[in-house]
């Protein structure tokens, strides 16, 4: 009976270790509470099962053989300590019996999400846009047509790398039919300042009582700078959405060779580093590109280094790109891939250490800049104005009111525009 139930609680013990085994690696893709409140759980069951093996091996093994009985056999007296073993044994093993059926369900759902095969897919439970479907079904066909005589071709590649959820031919339709409508609107604004004599002449808005032709031609602008604006800004957006990704990882390429260099020194199979790094989320920039990547193996049957080339020819960033390539041609050649990660990692956060100390200068020159064209000059401008407003051989109809809006227009233009620079020069951290 000892040995029924010794054998019973090794199996437990065994499925108990393949539990905590797929929390192990579990853990590693996702930073998680329930996970390591599970992984306690399981390793205290653990403890208390081989609590039970010395008292079942004692009971089983220590016994003494006395003196032949009146018909001559031989009966087999568990010693006193192998009694108390076995009360002991009894007892704690009713508590973890009791334990492990109130974990019972745990450990089936465990069992069960660990033979489900992991991969990393982005699941996006998304409905088609409707202004997508609207502008395909009035300039669909004059898209097509366009692509055709290859009038988007640099749009495409931009619109991949930005990794934008568009087919090239629904964004064109996007385009044009975006850029009509805000031509229909401008008609609109264009007869609103007609009607009231309204001109703009930035950064005033004011009424205008001239000749009906002289008028149209002052606001017909409008009808023809807002649709080109609109045009334009949304055929190069794609272009600086992809720039902007590609500085973005340029930015965690350090830290994220560095990681995969710690990752590989563990002499794990290199699908698994870019399996683990895309399930984190340190690297938001670098993780959809980690995510397509594990994509093209785990659903497209791509092998690793095929995959690696193949992601690296879509990639924003020149830095990953030339990490991708050399990490395919490193398995491919047989090379270490833990000694060409810790170099480049190397190589990586020196540029790093200097691009910062470059924008730390970039910066002190900006400041001096600013404080030269912001604060200094406007005073010295203001001054310069008033006196010649005052001596009469200024420009007529500007008195101290309208100049005073003019500077304050000009330092508040040129506030935005430092701002935004530095918006864009700003690393991320």
């Not at 007609?194 to 409008?222: C, H, K, Q």
């Not at 005052?390 to 109809?397: A, H």
Request: charged fraction near 25%.
């Amino acid at each position: 009976m000892e040995f029924k139930e010794l054998e019973e609680i090794v199996n437990k013990e065994k499925n108990i270790s393949e539990r905590v085994y797929s929390l192990v690696e579990e853990s590693q893709n996702k930073n998680s509470r329930e996970v390591e409140a599970n992984m306690l759980s399981l390793l205290q069951q653990l403890e208390s099962l081989n609590k039970l093996i010395p008292g079942l091996v004692q009971s089983s093994l220590q016994v003494n053989k006395t003196l032949p009985d009146s018909s001559g056999k031989f009966a087999l007296v568990k010693s006193a300590s192998s009694v108390a073993n076995e009360k002991y044994s009894t007892k704690d093993r009713k508590d973890v019996l009791q334990e492990l059926d109130i974990d019972r369900e745990l450990l089936r759902r465990l069992k069960k999400r660990a033979l489900q095969p992991q991969r990393i897919v982005q699941r996006e439970d998304a409905k088609p846009n409707k202004y997508v479907k609207i502008s395909n079904r009035f300039f669909a066909s004059t898209s097509e047509e366009m692509i055709k005589k290859g009038r988007f071709s640099g749009l495409a590649n931009d619109i991949k790398q930005s990794k934008m959820v568009f087919l090239l031919k629904s964004y064109v339709s996007i385009i044009l039919f975006t850029t009509l409508l805000v031509f229909f609107v401008s008609i609109g604004l264009f007869v609103f300042l007609l009607f009231f004599n309204i001109t703009i002449f930035f950064p005033f808005i004011t009424r205008y009582d001239g000749a009906l032709l002289e008028r149209i031609l002052m606001v017909s602008w409008v009808m023809i700078i807002l649709p080109l604006a609109t045009y334009f800004s949304l055929l190069f957006y794609p272009s600086a959405e992809r720039s902007h990704l590609g500085k973005s990882i340029d930015e965690e390429m350090p830290f994220l060779t560095i990681h995969m260099a710690a990752i590989a020194g563990s002499n794990v199979e290199p699908s698994k580093i870019f399996t683990i790094l895309a399930a984190s989320d340190e690297y938001p920039s670098a993780k959809k590109e980690l995510v397509i990547l594990m994509n093209r193996v785990n659903i497209y049957g791509y092998n690793l280094a095929t995959a690696l080339l193949d992601s690296a020819r879509n990639c924003p960033s020149k830095k990953l790109k030339d990490l991708l390539n050399g990490i395919s041609t490193t398995i491919t050649s047989g090379g270490g891939l833990k000694e060409f990660l810790e170099q480049r990692a190397k190589t990586l956060l020196f540029e790093y250490k200097l691009d910062r100390e470059k924008r730390n200068r970039s910066a002190e020159t900006f400041i001096d800049i600013y404080i030269s064209v912001v604060i200094a000059a406007p005073m010295i401008f203001m001054l310069l104005l008033v006196m010649i407003s005052l001596s009469g051989i200024g420009p007529s109809g500007l008195g101290i009111n309208a100049l005073t809006l003019i500077m304050i227009s000009a330092v508040a233009f040129i506030n935005i525009i430092f701002l935004t620079v530095l918006h864009i020069k700003q690393p991320k951290e």
